[in-house]
């Protein structure tokens, strides 16, 4: 099977299918030299260090399209982000589900829905800041402010709405772990804010532990997606807006400049 046709079939395969397509686009030979951008390795690697000399053997470097991923529609759309190139969303899809069945307004349904796309497909560290920024351009100022400040909220209870600190914390990060003062300080000035509520009931719908049995599919939002998302008739990645080229990285993460 050749790129073009992992392309046109990527929605109609079935996942075993997809890895076993992934597969073997990655086992022919690229014939772009591919390069990860410092922060993808930097920890693992000291970022001050010269790279390792790369043997060109006459390839050109890389300056678009990896065929190792899925190639994106040349116009992608949020729903192609998630089924192209994030990292598996049960649990933003069970999220917004459970947001719904609490009756939440649909603004929150969609917060939900967004709030960890960073993490599943960008940048984890301050996932909430990230995506944020990555949705602004195209969602009411109201959800890209609960999307950024869940993040911190989640380190802090509030038995107003029956949110108390997660007990999975505890197991990842230690039952001593104290939230930075910038973090602290977020959270005081997010208390004062007129959206609180808002980004708190994303923390509230915010499933600790998804079900494995529950699959929601991703057309259930479509409807809440359509409504509330500005989806950019160029494709994300292509409009000019001051995210779009965090849009573009993720369709094109090993591109050399
Ligand atoms: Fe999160
Ligand atoms: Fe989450």
Sequence with gaps: MTTFD???DAMAMTSLERAEAAEHAMSQELDRIVVKSAIYT????????PLPPQQSQGKLYMM?????????????????????????????????RLARKNGVGEKIVLGCLLHDISAMGFIRGDHGYWGAQLVEPYVDEEVSWAIRHHQVLRFFP???????????????????????????EAHRRAREH??????????VNDLYSFDPNVKV?????????????????????????????????????????
């Design 64 to 96: 678009g399209h990896d065929p190792r991923l899925p190639l994106m529609p040349e116009k992608p759309t949020l729903f192609d982000f998630f089924k192209l190139r994030f990292g598996p969303s049960a649990h933003v899809l069970q999220s917004a």
């Design 217 to 257: 599919e991703l057309e259930e939002f479509t409807d809440v997606v359509g409504r509330h998302f500005r989806q950019p008739k160029e494709g994300l990645g292509f409009d000019q807006s001051p995210s779009a080229h965090m849009w573009r990285t993720i369709n094109h993460p090993t591109k050399y400049l």
């Design 194 to 203: 007129k959206w609180y509520e808002s980004s708190r009931l994303i923390t």
């Design 42 to 49: 930097s920890g693992e690697r000291d970022p001050r260090q």
């Design 158 to 184: 509030d038995e107003a709405y029956g949110y108390k600190y997660p007990d999975s914390y505890i197991r990842l990060f230690g039952a001593d772990y104290q939230p930075e003062p910038h973090i602290q």
């Design 6 to 8: 992992f392309r046109r």
